[in-house]
């Protein structure tokens, strides 16, 4: 939950933005829902309608950016995202520029952001992996060409497909726990409906006695039974998050070869950048911090 410093500093942005886009000839209005961003600005001229989005530093996020973006976009709006500080300002721009919405791009294989939710599988339950270490394990997500051959994949997809040099026509998925992989599929098509031999374990809750059981993913044997999810996770089984994947999360209109473009020292302008979509779907409204004191 935001705290109140938090939720200061997001009055003060959008408060200050509204400010200046009402002087750049948009009519400004506060939503009272949480549902809602905290004013949506919409051009006196006409054009599509644009929701303020302010950022802490805590906010910038991968996780946080991709699902306010994703919001504005299902509300046919751009997103115009509001800071006050440098580090703020650049988390934005390297994410939705630099390659846009992945940590990675190279030889057309992407390594990708790890998002919140969990994976869920065929069958029922949610894709996990046992972890020993200590603190909590750090997840990577990257397409590559190997292994070649056969991998799980989800309806469809046709996994063991090369091209004439070799290279596989749908990249393998890899998951990585701390630089070991633990997971391979056939591409991020196969995170729709994927099987549970992809992953090393999965949990779900018995409809009957409400405990967690935990399945081996290859042959679907019970390895713990758990009481809840706490229990679960001290006994070392950890959920295995969903990769942030631009195509999923926004449509196919924004795959991750496009473009990304700022407004300059916050005025409410086109948006500049070599995509023909992403490129349109967000402004960036730097305003002056101020000092609390």
């Known amino acids: 939950m ?8 997001r009055r003060r942005l959008t408060d200050a933005a509204a400010t200046r886009l009402d002087d750049d000839g948009y009519k400004v209005a506060h939503p009272e829902t949480r549902a809602e961003p905290p004013a949506v600005a919409t051009p006196r001229g006409g054009g599509a309608p644009l929701a303020v989005e302010p950022l802490t530093p805590d906010d910038a996020t991968a996780t946080v950016i991709v699902s306010r973006l994703a919001h504005a976009l299902d509300r046919d709006r751009r997103a115009c995202f509001v800071v006050d500080d440098d580090a703020t300002a650049e988390a934005v721009r390297s994410l939705l520029a630099d390659p846009p ?11 990708f952001h790890a998002g919140p939710d969990r994976i869920p599988i065929v069958g029922g339950g949610y894709a996990c992996i046992r972890f020993e270490g200590l603190g909590e394990p ?17 309806p469809g997809i046709d996994a063991a497909a090369v091209d004439e040099t070799g290279r596989p026509v749908v990249p393998r998925l890899v998951c990585e726990v ?3 992989v633990v997971a391979v599929l056939a591409g991020v098509e196969s995170l729709r409906d994927p099987p549970a031999e992809a992953f090393p374990y999965a949990y779900s809750r018995h409809p009957d006695d409400k405990r967690f059981r935990v399945r081996r993913g290859a042959d679907g044997a019970v390895v713990e039974s758990a009481s ?6 001290a006994a070392g089984y950890v959920p295995i998050p969903m990769p942030i994947v631009p195509e999923h999360v926004l449509g196919p209109a924004f795959a991750p070869d496009l473009g990304a473009g ?14 023909p979509a992403l490129d349109d779907a967000w402004d960036l409204i730097h305003v002056d911090a101020v000092d609390p004191a």
Do not use: Y
């Open 228 to 233: 809840g999810f706490a229990p679960m996770r």
């Open 178 to 180: 701390d630089g070991r």
């Open 101 to 111: 919405l992945l940590v990675a791009e190279r030889d057309g294989r992407r390594t």
């Open 138 to 154: 750090t997840f990577a997500w990257r397409e590559t060409d190997t292994p070649v051959g056969p991998v799980p994949a989800g």
């Open 2 to 9: 935001p705290g109140p410093l938090g939720d200061a500093t």
């Open 262 to 275: 700022v407004c300059g020292e916050g005025e409410a302008s086109d948006v500049q950048g070599d995509g």
